[in-house]
């Protein structure tokens, strides 16, 4: 496959995240429910994560260790991780092609580098633990490859890009937090109990992450670099 947009299902309503059914009743016919979302920072914060079960709050984490966030994520029993780092390192050019599309669109992100120049700054230091943590994950959430797919698997998402998707408009990245916090809000998602930006962004991926199992999302990018996933709303 090729460079590609795949765009999935229709729109949802914000109303429509709220799934009447209880975690008991979900589990008895044997739906995987919980939606993670990563945020991923350098060796000194970590990673943040925040587990949403039917589109709802239930828990949160952050570690020093990507092997305690994978672990963490088969503890929820997670059906989708989606991850706010790059799934994988520049084959060539400036930009994988995943970051060229969206930057025709206004939303510029990091270009990532290749393996070999991440390694020589530390301000790479988050992306190197971005790639040890897919490492991991892959092992039970295979990365997503473009097409629609059932069972557990991981995404790469970008928290600016959802926030633009979700508000339908290019917002500020200025204000974040607030900005972000308005975003899960009108989610039906509690910004209150997420005690910091690192935790809000962790929520709009794992907000991404249950998009992507509702069918409505959008996919930039191609197999050989990677894909980045946003909702579709």
Known sequence: MGTALIVYG???????LRIPM???SLRRRGMKTAFVGIDVGGSRKGFHAVALEAGRYFARTESLSAEEICAWCRAQDACIVAV?????????GRMRECERMLAAQRLSCYATPSREDA????????M????ALYALLETDFPLFDGTRR??????????????CSLA????SAKKKKPVRSQLLRAAGLNPALLPNIDYVDAALCALTAFHVHRGSFK????????FIVVPRT
């Open 219 to 226: 996919a930039y990018g191609d197999t050989a670099a990677g």
């Open 119 to 126: 390694q020589k700054s530390a301000f790479y230091q988050w």
């Open 150 to 163: 059932t069972g557990r698997f991981c995404i790469e998402t970008f928290p600016h890009a959802v926030a």
């Open 168 to 171: 339908g408009k290019i917002v």
């Open 22 to 24: 209880s975690r008991r």
């Open 128 to 131: 190197l633990n971005g790639a």
């Open 84 to 92: 706010d780092a790059p799934c994988r390192w520049r084959l060539n």
């Open 10 to 16: 229709r729109s949802l309503k914000y109303d429509e």
